[in-house]
């Protein structure tokens, strides 16, 4: 697909995978939002996980559901978010092309779907953009179409709201640089500890880490 060579969740750095499944990859943000913040990405380019063929999404939400099983045993809740079809969370990437999909897998639960009516059917919306998310025990839930695009930074401006209302420690996306590497590497402790399967993934502080 053009523009496909220059996404970094097409061909993301090896320091950047968690863990790897057949259709669906594991990373780390790296921006994180808190400590524990990791993204499940499909191998395939789409623009939103609604658009995948039915085992690539299946494949793509049995590994985010791990990451957040992994989350909740440790932190106590866990919830999966997706602004489908939103600009990338990334800067420079796609070079304007079409975005990449990626669900969000964070330490916390909570609705951020505040104007979805009662009686709205449930799970992936596509190809319109949408938000969805699993916050309780991976009963899903998506909003109506949100109109021609998704503001970027939707879900991570709906939960830091909701974090600095609880109290919880949340970095902003312009903190400095070392508090997210901070978080990242207590991430990755986290993973090695939970999951002896992927004590192989770190990214280097030596090294700047490609697109933070
Ligand atoms: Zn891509
Ligand atoms: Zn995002």
Known sequence: MSGAVECPFCLPADAEV???????????????????????????HVSSVAEAELS????????????????????????????GGSPICRPRSCQGGPTHAHLHILPVAEDVLLDRQPDEPTGLRGPAHYLYQEIDDDVPSAS??????????????????????????????????????????ETLRLVRTRDRTLEGARPSADRPLVHL
Do not use: K, N
Not at 155 to 184: F, N, Y
């Open 56 to 83: 690539v999404r299946e494949g793509t939400l049995g590994l985010a559901r791990e990451a957040a099983t992994l989350l909740r045993d440790t932190f106590g809740e866990a919830g999966i978010y997706e602004h």
């Open 18 to 44: 968690l863990e790897q499944t057949a259709d669906a990859r594991l990373l780390i943000d790296l921006r994180p939002l808190c400590v524990g913040h990791m993204l499940v990405v499909p191998r395939v």
């Open 144 to 185: 109506q179409s949100l109109g021609p695009t998704v503001p970027r930074h939707l879900v991570r401006s709906r939960l830091q709201q909701t974090m600095a209302e609880r109290g919880m420690r949340w970095l902003p996306m312009g903190a400095d640089r070392h508090l997210h590497l901070t978080a990242i590497e």
